[in-house]
């Protein structure tokens, strides 16, 4: 099979691959036939799950947000780790784009991506797997 073409194909090799994981362990990975058709049928699915059912990035306002739950801090503690006042925050909160030098900073302060921050798109997929 070269590609999956509709969602009852689909459908089919998702069934086929929850009956492969309870075969398949860490174990005996490399030992058993079904790892093969695993990692072969897996591929398949995330090429057509890219194709058919792309994730957008989230919005930096979203990213922000996120990283302050997850470090529990607020606008005033994030304000002071990026280095810019609380009202910059609110912005950004907002939806308003950081200067550069921000962006940088909120890269490598917050562990958020580029991609995120910049509100570049993901480039289009390849065969090559290459980005």
Avoid: W
Avoid at 16 to 37: F, G
Avoid at 43 to 50: M, N, P
Wanted: aromatic share 6%; charged share 25%.
């Amino acid at each position: 099979m070269k590609a999956i073409t509709n969602d009852r194909e689909y459908q089919a090799i998702t069934k086929r691959i929850d009956q492969l994981l309870d075969i398949v362990t860490d174990d005996n990975y490399n030992s058993i036939p079904e790892a093969v058709e695993l990692d072969f049928l897996s591929t398949l699915i995330e090429e057509y799950d890219r194709k058919h059912y792309p994730i957008a990035l989230p919005q930096l306002s979203e990213a922000i947000r996120l990283r302050m739950y997850e470090m529990n801090i607020n606008q005033a503690e994030l304000a002071k780790l990026l280095g810019v006042s609380p009202s910059r925050i609110t912005e950004y909160l907002s939806g308003k784009e950081p200067s550069l030098k921000i962006a940088r900073i909120i890269c490598e302060k917050l562990n958020i991506s580029a991609n995120v921050v910049l509100g570049v798109s993901r480039p289009a997929y390849s065969k090559s797997g290459v980005y």
